[in-house]
T-cell receptor, first 113, second 116 residues
Framework: NAGVTQTPKFQVLKTGQSMTLQCAQD?????MSWYRQDPGMGLRLIHY???????DQGEVPNGYNVSRSTTEDFPLRLLSAAPSQTSVYFC????????????FGDGTRLSIL | AQKITQTQPGMFVQEKEAVTLDCTYD???????LFWYKQPSSGEMIFLIY??????QNATEGRYSLNFQKARKSANLVISASQLGDSAMYFC?????????????FGQGTILTVHP
């Protein structure tokens, strides 16, 4: 059972570099989202999507872009990496946007030097 | 906007004992959901239990139960018969409709340590 798959699991970038964190789910979920988790804090919502072609901002969207061209995939793009974006990133999906438990990927640990 | 407060940074419990992890929430929405997730040291997020705001019965899932007190805006997690494998970080979270649609808000978490 694949569920939510995130790649890569670890990544080190230099300040100013760009990269894309990949997220794919095979459960035909309409809702997908990206969170970041910083030490001593809970998860904070970056961007989310309620279906293909529809995205919206969460609590901490600055410095990140998303797109949703298919139901399965929801990539997160860092346009110009900054040390403040060093974090663990989680992708999640669920049948609906609210009142449904979200299924999380295993996370991507990202370090920006 | 919603806010989740977990006031216990760390909790200790003896194996086979029960433990309660506190969670209070602040929302102006009438319809909302409350969730608990477990994050072991390996890092993954594991869904434990869900309570809808209109559910009259407290949710239960095996050894997990959610003590939902709507008037107090609290949604405490009760773990019965603790096991060593329960040692982990636990997060309370909520979502809602209206302006909070699609936005899951997390508390800061409680680290639970189970002693043998």
């Amino acid at each position: 059972n694949a569920g939510v798959t995130q790649t890569p699991k670890f990544q080190v970038l230099k300040t100013g570099q760009s990269m894309t964190l990949q997220c794919a789910q095979d459960m035909n979920h309409e809702y997908m989202s990206w969170y970041r988790q910083d030490p001593g804090m809970g998860l904070r919502l970056i961007h989310y999507s309620v279906g293909a072609g529809i995205t919206d901002q969460g609590e901490v969207p600055n410095g990140y872009n998303v797109s949703r061209s298919t139901t399965e995939d929801f990539p997160l793009r860092l346009l110009s990496a900054a040390p403040s974006q060093t974090s663990v990133y989680f992708c999640a999906s669920s049948w609906e946007a609210s009142n449904q438990p979200q299924h999380f990927g295993d996370g991507t640990r990202l370090s920006i030097l | 906007a919603q806010k989740i407060t977990q006031t216990q940074p760390g909790m200790f419990v003896q194996e086979k004992e029960a433990v309660t992890l506190d969670c209070t929430y602040d929302t102006s929405d009438q319809s909302y959901g409350l969730f608990w997730y477990k994050q072991p040291s390996s890092g993954e997020m594991i869904f434990l239990i869900y309570q809808g705001s209109y559910d009259e019965q407290n949710a239960t899932e095996g050894r997990y139960s959610l003590n939902f007190q709507k008037a107090r805006k609290s949604a405490n997690l009760v773990i019965s018969a603790s096991q060593l494998g329960d040692s982990a970080m636990y997060f309370c979270a909520s979502d809602a409709g209206g302006t909070s649609y699609g936005k899951l808000t997390f508390g800061q978490g409680t680290i639970l340590t189970v002693h043998p």
